[in-house]
């Protein structure tokens, strides 16, 4: 027995080994090469006779980065930047679509534009845990380390503390801004705002960096569409007519390259991180009156109409912009660059041999990295032959344009520069293609061991399984649920749509149950049998919130009419079901502790029912929390989605306009708090006040429902319905005859349903900020990190404490229940006890509860049984396809995803909480 | 209302005359024959695919009733000899027997399939689209699963709470109302990859996922797995 618990902890314990140890091997630091550039002799002077560099067009550079601006949001019909169109209509200013890459969100799109590298997917748990500042690019070589170094070179910024972050000391002046508030839209730009004209008339800085995100936060918010949207775009238009109308005026910005840019779109949801069209296609905009010498035969027509979903005009890698700003501020391309510099801006060099300078260089310097990945190809500056006709590998096609680029360069024939130009973008286009896409250099060994440690635990876990006597059908079930599961894991399809097969898998399971209990008897009215009800719960669930990529915006009860607009009542009706169903749950644990009290003097009535003035004072006490609640959750989406709440009284809503969000939350959180440690000495008082006998489990059913109303606090209001038809299922469940076994897998099938279910999917940009900030008014990791992970697994959490009551029949013996309710409830627990007599010669539900730890590690076995072998699936695969077109898209996020599901939920809220919530049932 | 209390009924068992011991065998091939013959139809056109095929599915499963199935009420096959004389007379009268019984299971089925319909859409079938394609996968699961099943079983509603509960001895009909039903479940399965094959769309790989269960199922149940009873344990 010992043994067994402590083979099921070592288990456990190295599933968050596993997890850390294959990420090393899977996310290694991208060695980089540190230094600045130094214009080096770019070779071929006889031939050139190249004079100096050429010459630079700017020297001052305004570089202001909207968050989460996306190409359409400036380029559409709609977009409210009516100033930067005409501009692009004047030819003052050159619109492109700049690919981002995948991971599309801020850190890493920073460091992809300033250093013109692609950054290690590392970046997105850097961009999470913000505090970190090993990922700082202080010794890399960025455009902002190369306008520092010029003479007089000054920066400063504003806006986004990520700027500060990652260039620490590198700031003249600057006022950073916590890019995770995102419940504010105003505030974070005024205070980007009210230092630019002051900064506009100082003529001592040589690169001004404003990085807006109040646009991004609106997305976050209420999505692209959202009302505050154009109002946005219309505010940073008229930064910008304020920027370029001083560098029209002002003599010391006469040469000014203003670039406005996003650095990331978002998709319909309003969110970022995947590898959507909307999510890759920020817009860029370069500006200035100067540019009209190379606009001259571009077409300039704006509004327009995109090409793809979100490609207007051309389309580059977000990295050209650093080389690009390499040649038109002079100074050398940043080392580590895999960007091409953008052709139209050659044009501004009339002569061409500064255009093959240009190129040049910027050539040699990915030659360089294309050399260090590939040592053993030829990339030297002599003509050489390569057979160049048979197949190529990529890095044999790379030395072929290289040598097509050295042949054009030496020889001494007249060509025409063009053609120079197009062996050179040949080459570099080519290169940032095969670079970008180069798998980065795993550490196979280390995603061997990492696999191999979770297999490890996978089969210690199995080890502490009891003996396998007989297999049962719930066994069967489970066997087959994760087999199928963890094959799954190898498409990338079913990855993207995992959704799918745990909807399938429950309503299959459902259905078996269903079956199971027909055997036993034949429920009369079988369309009303338990599981066929849980059935048809499930299949208004999974069509509550489409998910997944490929049809995630297809019509969804949420997005329907039924829900929306005029019928938000029909919405708030079911949400004020949901609070109120807690609140009378709530206040029966209230008045059912107040009784203790009453009755502690008389032992044996401990167990007692409490009168109706207890039931009064319950109430009494519940009240104010559960409105309070409600309140915040209405407040909080007349601000946050101002379509849901159109039925309301207008006064109620500017009434509710009024409170401050932050402390009415804090007012919610510890109302939970109060009652739950009020609860917690209650029970304990009665449980040493009984004289023998066991209780029902009562505290375990109280902390659970406290619980309950943490979770809908922590969603957004259109999903708290999901929480009441959740414990509607959980009502069904009880009436179903479930072993451990079997009620392990429900857990495991209806925490995964539920993720899902709540609009979640294995994609980083379907994890949901809106309501990590409750309660919170300054930036705190574990506070923000905890709201962050109850918001976005509220679901799984609700099932897997549910499962704890399930398997320990908590508070089966409730007081206040109607007297139908009550007799069904015992003649199930009767055939209960004669099933569980019959079938196992064991004692029923309570026994379990009560006995020794087996039932519990038994269940936390199969729980982890089930963590430890989706791990194994999701490392297998990611180590298999690590060169995989998709592997950067679907399935490391997918890795992260299991690694949260591993670590956070599975150690954290399944063997945690789940283990307090049983020790709270014993009492 | 213990649905064990009562006697269980037998397994059925096929005509032992040659031609019907050898078509039943066949049966499940050209279930699968017509299938795969409608198939690149039903993916062109699924509503006018799967009607066309509906049809010659229920040509097909009467004629298989007829052919070798014991109607309800006749009980058990027994094999007596009977005069010369008296052999034709009674054989025409059992054939418009069968007949009939095979068009009353037809019918049945056909109001089942309604029943089927409602479990697909329990299932995750398309609610608010779709319809025609939902009710035609229905109506081709019923004819599979249960046209077979009210010919031999007939309408009482004990059996069918039994054959819902698995209670049924296994055996050529009840393998296949079993297999139609895992197939059928198993054939959403593909359905989410990103192949983008036209045979994706809804309903057609649960259709296949039917047939396919259909023909393995009354394959088993007609040979090693005759008379034996599903148990779970």
Redesign the interface.
């Given at each position: 027995m010992a043994r067994q618990t402590l083979l099921l902890a070592v288990a456990n314990l190295l599933i968050p080994i596993a997890i850390l140890v294959f990420a090393t091997g899977f996310f290694p630091y991208k060695p980089f090469m540190t230094g600045l550039a130094t214009y080096e002799n770019p070779g071929w002077e006889n031939i050139f006779k190249w004079k100096k560099q050429p010459e630079p067009k700017f020297d001052k550079l305004v570089f202001m980065v909207v968050d989460a601006l996306r190409s359409d949001f400036v380029y559409g019909e709609d977009s409210g930047m009516k100033f930067v169109q005409s501009l692009i209509r004047d030819g003052s200013a050159i619109p492109f679509t700049a690919h981002a890459t995948s991971p599309t969100i801020t850190m890493p799109r920073v460091k992809a534009m300033t250093t013109g590298s692609i950054p290690s997917f590392l970046d997105v748990i850097l961009n999470f845990a913000e505090s970190d500042t090993s990922s700082t690019l202080a010794t890399q070589d960025t455009w902002l380390a190369q306008l520092k170094a010029k003479e007089g070179g000054k920066l400063v910024m504003y806006g986004d503390d990520t700027w500060l972050k990652l260039f620490p000391d590198f700031f003249t002046r600057a006022d950073g801004t916590s890019s995770f508030f995102v419940s504010d839209f105003t505030e974070v730009d005024n205070n980007v705002t009210r230092h630019v004209s002051s900064e506009l008339l100082n003529s001592d800085w040589n690169a001004m960096i404003l990085h807006y995100l109040g646009l991004d936060h609106i997305g976050h918010k209420a999505g692209p569409r959202s009302p505050n949207m154009i109002p946005k775009q219309i505010e940073m238009d008229g930064m910008v007519e304020q920027i370029y109308s001083a560098i029209e005026n002002e003599d010391h910005l006469e040469n000014t390259l203003f670039v406005l840019c996003g650095d990331h779109g978002m998709n319909d949801g309003g969110n970022h991180g995947g590898s959507a069209p909307g999510e890759t296609s920020p817009a860029l905009v370069f500006i200035s009156p100067k540019i009209k010498k190379i606009t001259e035969a571009i077409a300039k027509e704006s509004p327009t109409k995109p090409k793809g979903e979100f490609e207007y005009y051309k389309k580059i890698e977000q990295s050209d912009i650093a080389p690009t700003l390499a040649g038109l501020m002079g100074f050398p391309v940043p080392r580590n660059n895999l960007g091409v510099f953008i052709e139209d801006f050659l044009y501004f060099w009339d002569d061409g041999i500064d255009r093959i300078q240009l190129l040049l260089r910027n050539a040699k310097q990915i030659k360089t990295i294309v050399e260090a990945t590939y040592p053993s190809l030829g990339f030297s500056d002599e003509v050489k032959e390569l057979d160049c006709d048979k197949s190529l590998s990529s890095g044999e096609r790379l030395a072929c344009k290289w040598q097509n680029v050295v042949q054009s360069m030496s020889t001494v024939a007249t060509l025409h520069p063009q053609t120079r130009v197009n062996f050179l973008f040949s080459f570099l286009r080519d290169a940032q293609d095969t670079m970008s896409s180069t798998a980065s250099n795993y550490d196979v060994s280390r995603l061997f061991l990492g696999t191999f440690l979770a297999f490890l635990s996978f089969g210690l876990t199995f080890l502490t399984l009891p003996k396998l006597r007989?297999?049962?059908?719930a066994a069967i079930a489970y066997t087959l649920t994760l087999s199928l599961y963890g094959i799954l894991m190898f498409?990338?399809?079913?990855v993207?749509?995992e959704h799918?097969?745990w909807?399938?898998a429950t309503?299959?399971w459902f259905?078996y149950l269903f079956?199971?209990e027909?055997?036993?008897?034949?429920f009369?009215k079988?369309i009303f049998h338990p599981a066929?009800m849980l059935?048809?719960l499930h299949?208004i669930i999974?069509?509550w919130n489409q998910t997944?990529q490929?049809y995630a915006g297809a019509?969804d009860i949420v997005h329907s009419v039924v829900i929306r607009g005029p019928h938000s009542i029909i919405l708030w009706f079911l949400v004020g079901a949901t609070y109120t169903d807690i609140m009378f749950r709530l206040s029966r644990h209230v008045a059912r502790s107040v009784s203790t009290f009453e009755h502690g003097n008389t032992r044996d009535n401990v167990d007692l029912e409490s009168t109706d003035i207890n039931g009064i004072m319950g109430k009494m006490a519940i009240l104010p929390l559960t409105v309070t609640a409600f309140l915040f959750k209405l407040a909080f989406t007349a601000r946050d989605a101002p379509e849901l709440t159109q039925g309301f009284n207008d006064g109620l809503l500017y009434g509710l306009g009024t409170l401050s969000l932050v402390s009415v939350a804090q007012m919610v959180f510890a109302g939970i708090c109060l009652i739950g440690s009020w609860q917690i000495y209650a029970e304990n008082r009665r449980s040493k006040a009984r004289k023998r006998g066991a209780g029902s489990g009562d505290l375990a059913v109280a902390l659970f429902d406290l619980l309950a109303l943490f979770l809908i606090t922590q969603t957004k209001a259109e999903n708290i319905p999901l929480f009441l038809y959740f414990r509607c299922q959980l009502f069904f469940l009880t009436h179903i005859d479930l072993s451990p076994t079997a009620i392990a897998l429900t857990t495991i099938l209806l925490a995964q349903t539920s993720f899902f279910a709540l609009g979640n999917s294995n994609a980083i940009s379907s994890i949901s900020l809106s309501n990590s900030y409750n309660g919170i008014s300054g930036y705190s990791l574990p506070a923000v990190a905890l709201l962050l992970f109850a918001s976005n697994w509220a679901g799984p959490i609700f099932f897997s404490s549910a499962g704890v009551l399930l398997l320990g029949s908590h508070g089966r013996e409730q007081r206040f229940v109607n007297k139908e309710e009550l007799d069904a409830r015992d003649w199930i627990a009767e055939e209960r006890e004669h099933l569980m007599k019959q079938a196992t010669k064991e004692s029923e539900g309570r026994e379990r509860r009560k006995g020794a730890t087996d039932v519990w590690r038994g269940h936390i076995a199969l729980l982890t049984l089930g963590v430890s072998a989706g791990l194994v699936a999701v490392m297998a695969a990611c180590m298999v396809l690590r060169e995989h077109l998709f592997i950067w898209t679907v399935f490391s996020p997918k890795f992260l995803f299991a690694g949260a599901w591993g670590t956070f939920f599975h150690l954290g809220v399944s063997i945690a909480w789940g283990s307090a919530l049983w020790a709270a049932g014993k009492l | 209302m213990k649905i064990k209390d009562r006697a269980l009924p037998e397994a059925t068992n096929i005509y032992p005359t040659g031609f019907a011991q050898s078509y039943q065998h066949l049966h499940p091939f050209l279930v699968l024959a017509l299938g795969s013959w409608y198939f690149n139809d039903i993916v062109a056109n699924p509503i006018k695919g799967l009607s066309t095929a509906l049809v010659w599915l229920a040509v097909l499963q009467i004629a298989y009733c007829v052919t070798c199935l014991p109607p309800y009420g006749t009980g058990k096959v027994v094999v007596e000899k009977k005069k010369p004389g008296e052999k034709e007379k009674k054989r025409s009268s059992q054939v418009a027997t069968k007949i009939f019984t095979g068009l009353v299971a037809l019918i049945m089925s056909l109001i089942v399939s309604l029943v089927v319909a409602a479990t697909l859409v329990l299932f995750g079938a398309p609610m608010t689209t779709h319809h025609w394609e939902t009710l035609l996968c229905a109506g081709h699961m019923s004819l599979l699963a249960t046209l077979p099943l009210v010919y031999v079983r007939g309408v009482e509603g004990q059996t069918w709470q039994e054959a819902v509960a698995l209670l049924l001895p296994v055996d050529d009909v009840y393998g296949g109302m079993i297999g139609t039903f895992v197939g059928a479940w198993l054939g959403a399965v593909p359905v989410p990859l990103d192949w983008d094959r036209a045979w994706q769309r809804w309903p057609v790989t649960i259709v296949t996922g039917a047939y396919v269960g259909y023909a393995i199922g009354k394959s088993i149940g007609a040979t090693w797995g005759k008379g034996g009873k599903i148990v779970f344990v």
């Open positions: 007989r297999i049962s059908s498409a990338s399809s079913y993207e749509e799918n097969f909807y399938w309503s299959g259905f079956i199971s027909s055997r036993k008897q034949w009369p079988f066929i059935l048809l299949r999974r069509r997944g490929k019509p | -």
